[in-house]
T-cell receptor, first 113, second 113 residues
Framework: GNSVTQMEGPVTLSEEAFLTINCTYT??????LFWYVQYPGEGLQLLLK?????DKGSNKGFEATYRKETTSFHLEKGSVQVSDSAVYFC????????????FGKGTKLTVNP | SAVISQKPSRDICQRGTSLTIQCQVD?????MFWYRQQPGQSLTLIAT?????????ESGFVIDKFPISRPNLTFSTLTVSNMSPEDSSIYLC??????????FGDGTRLSIL
């Protein structure tokens, strides 16, 4: 079945540090891939997406590239801010079939000033 | 993207009681989804609700425990029945279809005493 594996958290960084959160997936076919962010006390917000191999999703300084050969979709940001402190979820959805999203376990990021 | 409103935003309930959560969308949508997020955990899909048909439940979730209504294309309810402390979670609704990313409401934070 489909699954998503994220790096274990929590992750603690200083402001302006480089961020990588690893995400790998197992899926049949060619899924769409997503990163969602959950700020404290809020619901999930779509951060970025990619729908086919080699696509790069980007938003708010965050980037992730759909790597079919390594079945990965790692999230990166060159310089994090305190306001980036949140839980980040990697997720996939199979194209052309069920609309069901499969989520990773989430990675909590804390950025200190 | 669609604006999704959930009510209530949070509640504290006694065990054995039931609570109905409402999800209102500002545009007509075909598919609505209900997720559960247990404390410190990822999201798990409870069911998919399409207007005019019975909800489709995921493995481990049953209609008697989580009855769902979908009376029109902008509204759905999820009832958590005969609650126990294990039902303490965040419940989120989302919308999305046709290959578009799912968008989430802010969730309902439920605590059972």
């Amino acid at each position: 079945g489909n699954s998503v594996t994220q790096m274990e958290g929590p992750v603690t960084l200083s402001e302006e540090a480089f961020l990588t959160i690893n995400c790998t997936y197992t899926a049949t076919g060619y899924p769409s891939l997503f990163w969602y962010v959950q700020y404290p006390g809020e619901g999930l917000q779509l951060l970025l997406k990619a729908t086919k191999a080699d696509d790069k999703g980007s938003n708010k300084g965050f980037e992730a590239t759909y790597r079919k050969e390594t079945t990965s979709f790692h999230l990166e940001k060159g310089s994090v801010q305190v306001s980036d402190s949140a839980v980040y979820f990697c997720a996939l959805k199979n194209q052309g079939g069920s609309e069901k999203l499969v989520f990773g376990k989430g990675t909590k990021l804390t950025v200190n000033p | 993207s669609a604006v999704i409103s959930q009510k209530p935003s949070r509640d504290i309930c006694q065990r054995g009681t039931s609570l109905t959560i409402q999800c209102q969308v500002d545009s007509q949508v075909t598919m609505m989804f209900w997720y559960r997020q247990q404390p410190g955990q990822s999201l798990t899909l409870i069911a998919t609700a399409n207007q005019g048909s019975e909800a489709t439940y995921e493995s481990g979730f049953v209609i008697d425990k989580f009855p769902i209504s979908r009376p029109n294309l902008t509204f759905s309810t999820l009832t958590v029945s005969n609650m126990s402390p294990e039902d303490s979670s965040i419940y989120l609704c989302s919308v999305g279809a046709g290959g578009q990313p799912q968008h989430f409401g802010d969730g309902t934070r439920l605590s059972i005493l």
